[in-house]
């Protein structure tokens, strides 16, 4: 039976090839102007080739009094039409229509940003910022809804098939819909009839000055929030859209206000898949027009379980298409390799909330040349045949695989030897906490293609310089990961009877966790805090150090915050901005700001959890072989997945490219950390 996520839909007079719509989100490609670059629409294109029936293209202002970020797309001047134009001749050129997202954000500006004034229905404070927000007056919401015309005007000039008004996740229409945000008295407030008039008024206008348009909104189907809408009301709101000649409805949820409430927008692991379908449905069952619906679509299972449920017409595809441009093609079987799934780690939108440019854990290649197929999954194009490596790869973690994955793929004769007795690296300790299981992919998505190839891989094998010489490789890539580092404390007063454990140790070892045993954490970042987390399922009492202001830094911010939130509701204590002097016997004495100093209980076990250093042991004989070799991964510098397979697919790249390119040059390259002679 086909798939109904493969079947051919209608939207308004667009025929779309399936029901995969690429989500409006942001990459900051663009320029500080606002104009477009090659950048997006090599990121755009990519997508478009993998196979989606539609994209939607990123949030765009409608004036340059509300931009939302320093690096993102305009459209609200007639000078961005040939960018945009480009981007969508290079969309169109794979059977694949486009839209583009319009947007303001109302009270949600930052003056952070370009000082931009947040502004809207009434007064408030941004919970983001705690800049105050300036209640729009009449005569500027009916220039606002000009401009959204305006705005559509250039994007229908620049050949976009339809446009979608942005009044969902907390923005503007959204604060004038909401009755915990919208104070007004005038014909703008109060009334369900009157929230809603500034999205319906701005729907009319835009109908009445391009009939042809292909016309969509985003709606938020809750906004999880207390005293917010109620799902009458967003119910009466899509009707009204409907009656108001909306072409389909595209559902999404929560505000980006706080990370509390962006939480359902932008999803953490703990939700499970398909969230909002539940608050879809009702929704979708009172309109007759498509209905898109977001959310933890991860595997192509997920969409199909959306769609069959009833709850949605189309699915919108959003961190997934970050993750793998060609998701599409890779669910129809149309590329036979395994989906680069979406770990919902959320780096993404972090990146985009500290004004960087977009970037994925699993895909570190997003919006540069090597995201392309080719390169992406190398093992599906003929290898050239000249210039072929022999390539020792020692660590069978992450960044050692992800090398081998590629270097194979181009046709290198490559084997992997790990020292321990399983491949994986840290794999095992980065699902061992809650809601970690979603990091999965990472690994196995990479190892089923190594072991597709034909990989050898050799463990529980100790490399030395004369097993080095008998393999003779051309080159070795060294990937063996990362070990504790020693505690930062002189424990030599401790008590006998506190256990001391790395963070890892105990990951690795969950099993020997007692209810009721108490445990000090040194150090609350990611780590440390998932530490905790894990422990507290297991009804351990915890404390946890830090000298930081915050717990679980490294970790994006509406993760972190439903992390923290758990740890709070579970009564681990968190102590901040907290200097360690010492411990004596079974107590640690510590001073928190400025402070006294105090000692607290150690209790049973202490935990340091302050990082690793690179595993270099190896490094000896891997010099003493006179072989050529590139350190990457954590026993280069230790890092996050993203930089463990950033460092390994951009090192087998390289290699491959002055291979080919340069016979004996690769040991000459400029990545090659000991020169040698050939």
């Keep these: 039976m086909d798939m109904l996520l493969a079947q051919p839909g209608q939207v308004g007079r667009l025929r779309l090839k399936n029901r995969v719509v690429m989500a409006p989100m942001g990459t900051n490609y663009s320029t500080t102007d606002g104009l477009s670059t090659d950048r997006d629409k090599r990121y755009y294109e990519e997508r478009a080739k993998g196979g989606i029936g539609a994209i939607m293209t990123e949030a765009m202002v409608v004036t340059e009094h509300a931009r939302p970020h320093h690096n993102s797309l305009?459209?609200?001047?007639?000078?961005?039409?040939?960018?945009?134009?480009?981007?969508?001749?290079?969309?169109?050129?794979?059977?694949?229509?486009?839209?583009?997202?319009?947007?303001h954000r109302g009270a949600l500006l930052r003056r952070a940003v370009l000082n931009m004034e947040p502004v809207g229905p009434s007064p408030w404070v941004n919970p983001n910022t705690g800049d105050k927000v300036r209640p729009l007056a009449v005569d500027e919401i009916v220039e606002i809804q000009k401009l959204f015309v305006a705005s559509a005007r250039r994007l229908w000039r620049a050949g976009y098939d339809g446009v979608e008004i942005h009044a969902a996740n907390g923005y503007l229409f959204q604060q004038f819909f909401s009755p915990r945000v919208n104070r007004r008295t005038d014909a703008y407030g109060g009334s369900l009839a009157n929230r809603m008039r500034l999205l319906l008024e701005?729907?009319?206008?835009?109908?009445?000055?391009?009939?042809?348009?292909?016309?969509?909104?985003?709606?938020?189907?809750?906004?999880?929030?207390?005293?917010?809408?109620?799902?009458?009301?967003?119910?009466?709101?899509?009707?009204?859209?409907?009656?108001?000649?909306?072409?389909?409805?595209?559902?999404?949820?929560?505000?980006?206000?706080?990370?509390?409430?962006?939480?359902?927008c932008i999803q953490p692991p703990s939700f499970p898949r398909g969230c909002l379908?539940?608050?879809?449905?009702?929704?979708?069952?009172?309109?007759?027009?498509?209905?898109?619906?977001?959310?933890?679509?991860?595997?192509?299972?997920?969409?199909?379980?959306?769609?069959?449920?009833?709850?949605?017409?189309?699915?919108?595809?959003?961190?997934?298409?970050?993750?793998?441009?060609?998701?599409?093609?890779?669910?129809?079987?149309?590329?036979?390799?395994?989906?680069?799934?979406?770990?919902?780690?959320?780096v993404c939108f972090e990146r985009l909330t500290l004004e960087k440019d977009v970037s994925c854990v699993q895909n570190p290649m997003i919006g540069t040349e090597f995201e392309a197929l080719e390169y992406a999954e190398p093992q599906l194009f003929p290898a050239p045949k000249e210039g072929r490596l022999r390539v020792l790869v020692l660590g069978a973690g992450v960044a050692g695989v992800e090398a081998a994955r590629v270097l194979k793929g181009r046709g290198h004769d490559v084997e992997i030897w790990e020292k321990r007795?399983?491949?994986?690296?840290?794999?095992?300790?980065?699902?061992?906490?809650?809601?970690?299981?979603?990091?999965?992919?990472?690994?196995?998505?990479?190892?089923?293609?190594?072991?597709?190839?034909?990989?050898?891989?050799?463990?529980?094998?100790?490399?030395?310089?004369?097993?080095?010489?008998?393999?003779?490789?051309?080159?070795?890539?060294?990937?063996?990961?990362s070990r504790p580092a020693k505690p930062p404390l002189d424990l030599s007063a401790l008590d006998a009877g506190v256990r001391v454990l790395h963070a890892w140790d105990v990951l690795a070892d969950l099993d020997a966790v007692q209810p009721?045993?108490?445990?000090?954490?040194?150090?609350?970042?990611?780590?440390?805090?998932?530490?905790?987390?894990?422990?507290?399922?297991?009804?351990?009492?915890?404390?946890?150090?830090?000298?930081?202001?915050?717990?679980?830094?490294?970790?994006?911010?509406?993760?972190?915050?439903?992390?923290?939130?758990?740890?709070?509701?579970?009564?681990?204590?968190?102590?901040?901005?907290?200097?360690i002097l010492g411990v004596q016997g079974g107590q640690i004495e510590i001073q928190q700001g400025d402070k006294a100093a105090e000692s607290l209980s150690v209790g049973n076990w202490l935990v340091f959890a302050t990082g690793p250093r690179p595993e270099?042991?190896?490094?000896?004989?891997?010099?003493?072989?006179?072989?050529?070799?590139?350190?990457?991964?954590?026993?280069?510098?230790p890092g996050d997945f993203l930089a463990a397979i950033r460092d390994g697919w951009m090192t087998a790249l390289l290699m491959d490219r002055i291979s080919h390119h340069d016979g004996q040059g690769i040991r000459r390259s400029p990545f090659i950390q000991k020169e040698t002679t050939p």
């Design 516 to 579: 009721g045993l108490r445990v000090t954490i040194v150090g609350g970042g990611m780590v440390g805090a998932e530490v905790a987390d894990a422990l507290r399922v297991r009804a351990a009492q915890i404390t946890i150090l830090d000298r930081l202001p915050i717990i679980a830094t490294g970790m994006a911010r509406n993760n972190r915050f439903e992390l923290v939130e758990r740890l709070e509701a579970h009564g681990v204590a968190m102590i901040t901005h907290c200097r």
């Design 74 to 103: 305009c459209c609200y001047h007639d000078r961005f039409i040939p960018g945009l134009a480009s981007i969508v001749e290079a969309i169109k050129k794979h059977d694949c229509h486009v839209f583009g997202q319009l947007n």
């Design 277 to 346: 379908a539940s608050h879809a449905k009702p929704i979708k069952q009172q309109v007759k027009i498509p209905v898109f619906v977001a959310g933890r679509m991860v595997e192509p299972q997920d969409a199909e379980t959306m769609l069959s449920s009833g709850s949605a017409d189309f699915v919108s595809i959003g961190r997934a298409l970050y993750a793998d441009p060609h998701w599409c093609d890779k669910a129809f079987g149309k590329i036979q390799a395994p989906i680069r799934t979406c770990i919902a780690c959320n």
């Design 616 to 637: 270099l042991d190896v490094l000896d004989a891997v010099e003493a072989s006179g072989v050529p070799y590139t350190r990457i991964g954590d026993c280069n510098a």
């Design 202 to 264: 701005t729907i009319n206008r835009m109908r009445d000055a391009l009939p042809d348009l292909c016309l969509v909104v985003r709606l938020s189907a809750s906004e999880f929030a207390a005293g917010g809408y109620s799902r009458e009301d967003v119910i009466a709101l899509a009707q009204a859209v409907e009656q108001a000649g909306v072409d389909a409805i595209d559902l999404s949820g929560g505000s980006n206000e706080s990370p509390q409430l962006s939480k359902f």
């Design 421 to 481: 007795a399983q491949p994986g690296g840290q794999m095992p300790l980065a699902v061992a906490s809650p809601d970690k299981t979603e990091v999965e992919p990472i690994w196995t998505c990479r190892w089923k293609t190594v072991q597709a190839l034909g990989v050898p891989i050799r463990l529980g094998v100790q490399a030395d310089a004369g097993l080095i010489g008998a393999f003779a490789p051309d080159h070795i890539v060294v990937a063996t990961g």
